[in-house]
């Protein structure tokens, strides 16, 4: 089966840090990804795992443990743009179709 | 360079009434992907395909119909619409090689009456 989890919602200040947390059991793995999704638009590429470690890209990072099934997303120097929802994604094997599995998001929401 | 488009932005339909979902992507990608996003689901995959005339299932398929004559587009139709399938539906697509990020279009969103 295929299950991954996220917390629903979150809230932070502004300038602050936040950590979001996803745990996955999959029947294969190919790579974890995140995605950043403001309400009533499209979903946007954030980050890709695919080797234990830690992934920075400016403010954002990513951290993925393959043995632990846990990845997270850390967010620096908080904006209120950064309210937006995060979807956790785990790849699939070439031979399952190498499709994206994702999570329901976590709904960050930035307070001044 | 237009990306990754779809049409219509937003539709009403009835019961029962066939509609297609068009999308089309300028980058010659080779993976196309039809999702929808629903409050309480998140994202779900409805059909994926690797390339021209290569389509397959996702995890909720029952309903609809895809097609892939070239490989710029991938359109989605629902054969005889439901209300269970208003949702928003999300188009994607990516390229062969790493990180195999998916880029999304715009979204289409269907209220069916």
């Known amino acids: 089966g295929q299950n991954i989890d996220q917390p629903t919602e979150m809230t932070a200040t502004e300038g602050a840090i936040v950590q979001i947390n996803c745990t996955y059991q999959?029947?294969?793995?190919?790579?974890l990804f995140w995605y950043q999704q403001h309400a009533g638009e499209a979903p946007t590429f954030l980050s890709y795992?695919?080797?234990?470690g830690l992934e920075e890209k400016g403010r954002f990072s990513s951290f993925l443990s393959r043995s632990k099934g846990y990845s997270y997303l850390l967010l620096k120097e908080l904006q209120m743009k950064d309210s937006a929802s995060y979807l956790c994604a785990v790849r699939a094997p070439y031979n399952q179709g190498g499709k994206l599995i994702f999570g329901q998001g976590t709904e960050l929401s930035v307070k001044p | 360079d237009a990306g990754i488009t779809q049409s219509p932005r937003y539709k009403i339909t009835e019961t029962g009434r066939q509609v297609t979902l068009m999308c089309h992507q300028t980058w010659s990608h080779s993976y196309m992907f039809w999702y929808r996003q629903d409050l309480g689901h998140g994202l779900r995959l409805i059909y994926y395909?690797?390339?021209?005339?290569?389509?397959d299932k996702g995890e909720v398929p029952d309903g609809y119909v895809v097609s892939r004559s070239k490989t710029e587009n991938f359109p989605l139709t629902l054969e005889s619409a439901t209300r269970s399938q208003t949702s928003v539906y999300f188009c994607a697509s990516s390229a062969l090689g790493a990180p195999y990020e998916q880029y999304f279009g715009p979204g289409t969103r269907l209220t069916v009456t």
């Open positions: 999959t029947s294969g793995f190919n790579g």
């Open positions: 395909s690797a390339a021209a005339d290569i389509t």
């Open positions: 795992n695919v080797l234990d």
